[in-house]
């Protein structure tokens, strides 16, 4: 018997009780790439720049899983609400199978790509070879992650977030132990340098893939029922596509922009892009921190709206847009006041850190504008006004802050600095129009209930 929770219990959420746990899964999960730029760095800061610049365009499919994924189990979450098991069953095994044929599409995809990549976006000749031995071992774990994606969903509309935060844990775990005996070359193996940073992420996402199957077939006892494959799942693929591929859209989008910058990068210079690399590794903390927080308070808002207690629904984003931005502006200044020691990490280039430490000072403004614009979005969102952010974040990204990197980082000269000033100007941008559209109220008209 489905049990509901009641007002009483919703209410007792608390912007930390929901935030924090996503927090440390969102840490868990992004730090699988500050791991894995360690030990590029250790073999070169060409190395780390070279598989940096390109790791956007392995994110794209990235995410289009985990919204594909995200689409199942919403669809299954809805007929586990109506208590129609069977086919919340059917919904897992859709969406498990979506996965692995957009899986198998992408990792040929990738390794089509691979030889070309580098060249396309203006590569040097080391650059070219290291991304394409890169590409080629590493395209099988975007097969993984897609059946990986789809696992998570099952466990996600269970309520066993637990075992999704243990199979991240095991995947860090697994990929430092290998990335060690690759690179560094433990127990006398021998030292397979870039090829053996990829082999490190595919062991490492099998490992992942077999602990989800044992846990959701073997401890949750969910069986799918191949035999009867087509006639359980004609109905419900599209209602997964319906909701999956729209919501890829925006992050897809924004992804790509992050490619273009990338792209910048490497025609101002390798230590440009090695510079790049290693913030973006630097500033997924504090950008971990916005999401967990937007996410959090996302749920906070969306239960007042649907209660139509639209004064509380204000109050929980006027109270906790303060708490993120304090809070990223805090993990801010801790990054620029260690920042030698932490881009250190990687590298001793005296240039790629003095870069590094001029931008870590435009994060004061960065990043809290980020948090800002975020916090409102994921509100909007959560109030039914759904539409508006994503549009603003498609055009933001590809008519300010692209257009804008480019002119300042160009055309005016002031090289990679010029292009996170037009970083800088898009996010400000984003946080007040968000934020005023948050102030029109419009929100209160459009709630699903």
Request: aromatic fraction near 12%; glycine fraction near 6%.
């Amino acid at each position: 018997m489905s049990v509901m929770p009641d007002k009483l219990q919703l209410n007792k959420l608390t912007i930390w009780s929901i935030a924090i746990p996503i927090f440390i899964e969102f840490v868990l999960t992004f730090s699988v790439f500050f791991t894995d730029t360690i030990f590029l760095s250790k073999i070169s800061d060409l190395a780390a720049a070279s598989v940096g610049a390109v790791i956007p365009v392995f994110m794209v499919f990235v995410l289009f899983f985990m919204m594909m994924a995200q689409g199942s189990g919403s669809v299954a979450a809805q007929y586990l609400g109506g208590q129609q098991y069977e086919k919340a069953i059917d919904s897992y095994m859709t969406g498990v199978a979506i996965n692995i044929l957009f899986g198998v599409l992408g990792t040929a995809m990738l390794m089509l790509i691979a030889c070309y990549l580098g060249n396309f976006i203006g590569m040097s000749n080391d650059s070219i070879e290291i991304v394409d031995k890169y590409l080629m071992v590493v395209s099988p774990a975007i097969f993984l992650i897609a059946i990986k994606a789809s696992y998570n969903a099952v466990l996600f509309s269970q309520g066993k977030t637990l075992w999704n935060m243990i199979t991240a844990i095991i995947v860090n775990l697994s990929n430092i132990l290998f990335n060690m005996l690759f690179i560094i070359g433990f127990f006398g193996l021998s030292k397979l340098g870039i090829i053996g940073v990829a082999l490190s992420t595919v062991i490492s996402q099998i490992l992942a893939v077999l602990f989800l199957i044992y846990m959701v077939h073997y401890k949750l006892k969910i069986h799918f029922k191949i035999s009867q494959f087509r006639e359980r799942t004609s109905k419900i693929y599209t209602s997964i596509l319906a909701i999956g591929v729209p919501a890829s859209i925006e992050p897809i989008s924004s992804e790509l922009g992050m490619f273009i910058i990338s792209i910048f990068a490497i025609h101002i210079s390798i230590d440009a892009m090695a510079a790049r690399t290693y913030l973006m590794n630097l500033l997924t903390l504090v950008i971990c921190w916005s999401a967990a927080l937007a996410v959090a308070n996302q749920v906070l808002v969306a239960h007042r709206v649907g209660a139509k207690n639209f004064e509380d629904a204000d109050y929980q984003l006027r109270s906790n847009i303060i708490k993120a931005t304090l809070g990223s502006f805090l993990i801010m200044a801790v990054l620029y006041v260690f920042s030698r020691n932490l881009i250190g990490i990687f590298t001793t280039n005296i240039a790629i850190l003095s870069m590094c430490s001029t931008v870590l000072a435009l994060g004061f403004i960065i990043e809290p504008a980020r948090t800002i614009s975020t916090m409102s979005g994921y509100a909007l969102r959560g109030s039914g006004d759904a539409k508006f952010p994503t549009v603003m974040a498609i055009v933001s990204t590809w008519l300010v802050a692209i257009p804008l990197a480019y002119f300042i980082g160009f055309k005016l000269g002031y090289g990679f600095i010029g292009v996170w000033c037009g970083i800088l100007i898009d996010e400000v941008l984003r946080a007040i129009v968000n934020l005023r559209r948050w102030f029109k109220k419009k929100w209160q008209l459009t709630g699903v209930i």
